[in-house]
C-alpha cells in the first residue's frame, strides 16, 4: 500500500548512501513500565502518519488441541466495537481522522493498523486503547462473529490453492502449531461457537501489553509518541501467561500430499524444511538469495521451463521469514499434469547441481542487489515503513533487525549459499504438493 511516493533518485540516493541500513531514518524504541514496546520514525510526510499495533500472538500460539483459529478470530471482534465506542461512531470517529482501520492475522502475529491525519493521532490512540483494554462482548457476540469466521473458511477453502496449502502445512508439521493454517482445523472452526469462556481467557492471555508493540511512522516525534502511549496505554495491566510451542520433531524422509482437481493448472509445490529468522545466521539470507538466483525469472530453469520448453507456466521460490523453522517453497504451474514428475526433476537438477557449481560472483551481486533495491522501493511511505518493521518486530520483538538483516545479505558469499544449498535443499526435508485431475500425484 503506497500513499506517498518519493522521487525515485531520492530514495536511491539515501540507501546508497547508508549501505549497512537499507532504512535511512533513526528508529526510536522505547518501553513502558508494563512492558509495552513503542516505536516511532520520524518521516517526512506531513500531516500523516501510519498507526500500528503489533499483537505477537498468532496461529503459532494455539497450543492446546481443539481450539485452533481463535488469533483470527479475534481480528474479527476487535471491529465490533466496545461501550465507549459502538461499531458505528468507532467508524465515524475514524472517517474524522481520514483513516481506514483494517487488521491481518498470520502465524506469528495480529497486526491492526490505520493511515491518517497526524494532527488527529492523539484520537487514534484514545480509540485503539479504548478497545484493547476495553473489549467485552455477550455470548451472542460470540456466537455470531464465530458463524462469520466459519464463513470465510468456507469461502476461502472453496479455492484448490487454500485446500492444497491446509493439506500441505497437515503433511509437513507433526508436532509444532504451523501444522494448522491461520484459519485453523474445520473441526475447530465448526466448533468454535461452543469455546465462548475460552474465548475470553484467549483474549486475557494475550492481549496484554507485554506481547504488544505500537509503531508510529511519519509525521510525529518520539516524545509526542511516546507521552500519548503512556497517557493511554500505560495502565494497561501486565499479564502472566507464557505461551510454550511444542518444537517440531526432525522429519527424516520425503512426505507427499496431493489434491485432484482438474479445475486449474496442475500445481508442483517442493517444500523444504528451512530455518527460523534470524539476523546472524548466514542460512537465512543465503537461501532468500539462493532462491533468487535458482527460480526468479532471469534464472537459466526459469528460461528453459517457461520460456523454451513452454511445460511450465510460472515458476518461483520463496521462503517465509518466521519465529521457528518453517518451509522454503518452489512453486510450479504447469501446462499439462503428464509433465509433473519431469519438472520436479528438473528442479531437483538445478539445486544438485547448484551444489557442486554454484553460481558467478556477478550473479550473486546482480541478485542482491535486485533484491536489496527492490526491497528499498517498498519502505518509501509511513504505511510501508510501518508494515516492515512490524515484519521484524513479529519476528524477535526489534524492528532494528531489518538493518542487521540487510547488512548480513551483504556479507553473503557463493560458499554460503551452496552451504545452505547443501544442509537445508534435502530430500529427507522435503514435502512435495500437488495438484491435478489424477486421483494420484504421479510424483517420486
Request: hydrophobic share 35%; glycine share 6%.
Amino acid at each position: 500500500m503506497k500513499t506517498l511516493m518519493l522521487p525515485l533518485i531520492a530514495v536511491l540516493t539515501t540507501v546508497a548512501s547508508l549501505s549497512a541500513q537499507i532504512l535511512p531514518y533513526p528508529i526510536q524504541q522505547k518501553q513502558l513500565a508494563n512492558g509495552l514496546n513503542v516505536v516511532t520514525v520520524q518521516f517526512d510526510s506531513p500531516g500523516l502518519a501510519a498507526f500500528f499495533i503489533v499483537m505477537r500472538v498468532g496461529s503459532r500460539n494455539e497450543v492446546e488441541e481443539g481450539v485452533t483459529g481463535f488469533a483470527h478470530f479475534f481480528e474479527h471482534m476487535m471491529f465490533r466495537g466496545t461501550e465507549k465506542y459502538p461499531r458505528d461512531k468507532y467508524n465515524d470517529v475514524l472517517k474524522s481522522v481520514g483513516a481506514g482501520a483494517n487488521a491481518n492475522t498470520w502465524f506469528d502475529r495480529t497486526i491492526y493498523h490505520m493511515t491518517g491525519d497526524a494532527t488527529k493521532l492523539e484520537t487514534m490512540f484514545e480509540i485503539e486503547a479504548d478497545r484493547f483494554m476495553g473489549l467485552k462482548y455477550t455470548e451472542h457476540d460470540f456466537k455470531t462473529e464465530a458463524g462469520a469466521v466459519k464463513g470465510e473458511y468456507t469461502k476461502n477453502n472453496a479455492s484448490p490453492y487454500s485446500q492444497l496449502e491446509e493439506n500441505l502445512l497437515n503433511t509437513a508439521f507433526d508436532r509444532h502449531t504451523y501444522k494448522h493454517t491461520t484459519m485453523g482445523f474445520l473441526k475447530d472452526i465448526v466448533d468454535m461457537p461452543n469455546q465462548y469462556k475460552y474465548s475470553l481467557e484467549f483474549f486475557d492471555r494475550y492481549y496484554r501489553p507485554e506481547y504488544a508493540t505500537i509503531v508510529v511512522v511519519g509525521d510525529a516525534t518520539p516524545e509526542q509518541v511516546n507521552k500519548l502511549a503512556e497517557k493511554y496505554f500505560g495502565m494497561w495491566k501486565h499479564g502472566s501467561y507464557i505461551s510454550t510451542v511444542a518444537p517440531e520433531s526432525k522429519q527424516d524422509s520425503t512426505r507427499y500430499t496431493h489434491l485432484q482437481n482438474g479445475s486449474i493448472p496442475p500445481v508442483l509445490s517442493l517444500n523444504f524444511k528451512t530455518p527460523a529468522y534470524s539476523d546472524t545466521d548466514i542460512n537465512v539470507p543465503a537461501i532468500d538469495v539462493l532462491n533468487g538466483i535458482l527460480f526468479s525469472e532471469t534464472s537459466p530453469l526459469y528460461k528453459k521451463l517457461v520460456l523454451e520448453e513452454q511445460k511450465v507456466r510460472s515458476l518461483s521460490g520463496d521462503m517465509m521469514f518466521t519465529r521457528d523453522p518453517y518451509l522454503s517453497s518452489i512453486e510450479a504451474s504447469l501446462i499439462k499434469k503428464e509433465d509433473l514428475q519431469y519438472v520436479k526433476d528438473e528442479i531437483m537438477k538445478a539445486i544438485e547441481d547448484f551444489k557442486k557449481n554454484g553460481t558467478t560472483e556477478k550473479t550473486l551481486a546482480d541478485t542482491k542487489s535486485r533484491m536489496k533495491y527492490s526491497y528499498a522501493m517498498s519502505i518509501d511511505n509511513p504505511t510501508g515503513i510501518a508494515n516492515s518493521l512490524s515484519t521484524f518486530i513479529t519476528l524477535i520483538g526489534d524492528p532494528e533487525s531489518l538493518n542487521r538483516l540487510y547488512a548480513l545479505y551483504e556479507k553473503v558469499t557463493v560458499n554460503d549459499l551452496k552451504a545452505a544449498a547443501v544442509k537445508y535443499y534435502v530430500p529427507s526435508g522435503l514435502t512435495v504438493a500437488t495438484i491435478s485431475a489424477d486421483a494420484q500425484g504421479g510424483v517420486k
